[in-house]
């Protein structure tokens, strides 16, 4: 085995994010002396892989987000990670559900990470092929040029794409009888409890049908129910948003779908298209506060937050039960109730007012975020577990 660390980008993600989280990576195992090679595989995939397997010694682990190569085969029929010994480690970035078929080989160098406690938990209850099962949130991001609290321009921001949930709706009438009534089922409970995840739904309601799945066919089961998700993602974003707005500060929204929003169009608020990764950093460096939303995310927390905090920005999250013990609101960050969104709307408008209670906020952040959260630190643990049990 070498030690040079292998980084692979096998697909692109939402706005070429998996490419930036990977020069992150290979940044922070550079500063700590470690061989680092990075190698895009989108384009001219096989030939790249055949390289890569007849160099396999020279590696000493190999990362990927959200990856491709577990679904894939060789020439002769081959399962890559069966041929590829080096230890293999897919880093997802969302829910287990969307990467069932990624998830069901069963390879004797194939690990996993989870950004969220309870997709961790989730993959070693339905997936006890996969060798190791880690949690590991995404590392904070600082932008490029920084800027003092007092010099930013921007007063509110929120980052992320708008799939338009009526699109999901339109889509789960067409789903046989059966389907359309879990899934809708799934998105009325999820509704009614926003602590309760996917498979907690599923689970609930498959109790009361009376009807009981095994791991490998419930795991298939919640994959086939993806569309509640879908549907709860834009839902909340839509509504987050449409609080927000309520508070009368000036507001910038930036990702594709958003312009389909009747209710965004007030002078206040700014929308435009989506930009690449690193110019969002730069957009959030440049804002006083910053509005986040991730559903389905309940044990964990996105990388916008870290990255809020490294840029001292205020950052408004969802006070989960898990942001609630790993973020101190009102002096780390502002959290917000699903259950009561005019609370938020509420919260927004007195940080604009109070700049000096929010300077004195942002800045607590950035020392709690440098001392834990940034790549660097996501990089030590990467490299530890190397150390451990094979």
């Known amino acids: ?73 060789l020439e002769d029929g081959t399962p890559f990670l069966q041929a590829f010994r080096t230890p293999f480690f897919n880093y997802l970035v969302d829910h287990p559900l969307y990467h069932h078929p990624a998830l069901t080989g069963k ?22 092929n996969v060798k190791h099962v880690y949690y590991l949130p995404l590392g904070g991001m600082q932008a490029g040029m920084a800027r003092p609290f007092s010099e930013k321009r921007l007063d509110l921001l929120f980052l992320g794409t708008y799939g338009d949930e009526g699109r999901w709706l339109e889509e789960l009438r067409s789903y046989p009888c059966e389907k359309r009534r879990e899934v809708s089922a799934l998105i ?11 498979e907690g739904a599923l689970l609930a309601y498959l109790d009361r049908e009376g009807e009981a799945l095994g791991a490998e066919a419930f795991a298939e089961r919640l994959n086939g129910d993806f569309l509640a998700d879908k549907y709860l993602r834009d839902h909340r974003r839509k509504e987050a948003l449409l609080a927000a707005a309520k508070a009368k500060v000036p507001m ?19 929308i435009q298209k989506g930009i690449g990764f690193a110019a969002s950093l730069q957009m959030m460096a440049n804002a006083r506060m910053l509005l986040d939303t991730a559903p389905g995310f309940h044990g964990g927390l996105h990388d916008r937050v870290y990255s809020a905090m490294l840029n001292r920005t205020l950052c408004f999250t969802e006070g989960t039960q898990f942001a609630r013990q790993a973020l101190w609101d009102g002096r780390e960050a502002a959290l917000y109730d699903w259950r009561d969104l005019d609370a938020l709307a509420g919260r927004i408008a007195y940080y604009h007012e109070q700049r000096g209670r929010a300077r004195e906020i942002v800045e607590r952040a950035y020392e709690a975020a440098a001392n834990r959260d940034a790549w660097e630190h996501r990089a030590l643990e990467l490299m530890s577990w190397l150390s451990r049990d094979p």
Request: charged share 25%; proline share 3%.
């Open 107 to 128: 390879f004797f160098n194939y690990s996993v990470i989870c950004i969220d406690k309870c997709h961790q938990a989730y993959v070693k209850a339905h997936y006890p």
């Open 188 to 198: 009325e409970m999820m509704e009614a409890d926003p602590d309760l995840t996917q």
């Open 252 to 270: 910038t929204v930036i990702g594709h779908g958003w312009e389909k929003v009747s209710g965004l169009r007030q002078a206040h608020v700014s």
């Open 1 to 73: 085995m070498g030690d040079t660390v292998l980084l692979l980008g096998s697909r692109d993600l939402c706005y070429e994010s998996n490419q930036y989280f990977m020069r992150c990576i290979a940044d922070a195992l550079l500063e700590q002396g470690r061989p680092v090679e990075f190698c895009d595989v989108t384009a001219q995939m096989e030939e790249k892989l055949l390289d890569i397997l007849m160099r396999q010694e020279s590696f000493l682990a190999a990362f990927d987000f959200n990856s491709l190569l577990p679904r894939l085969e």
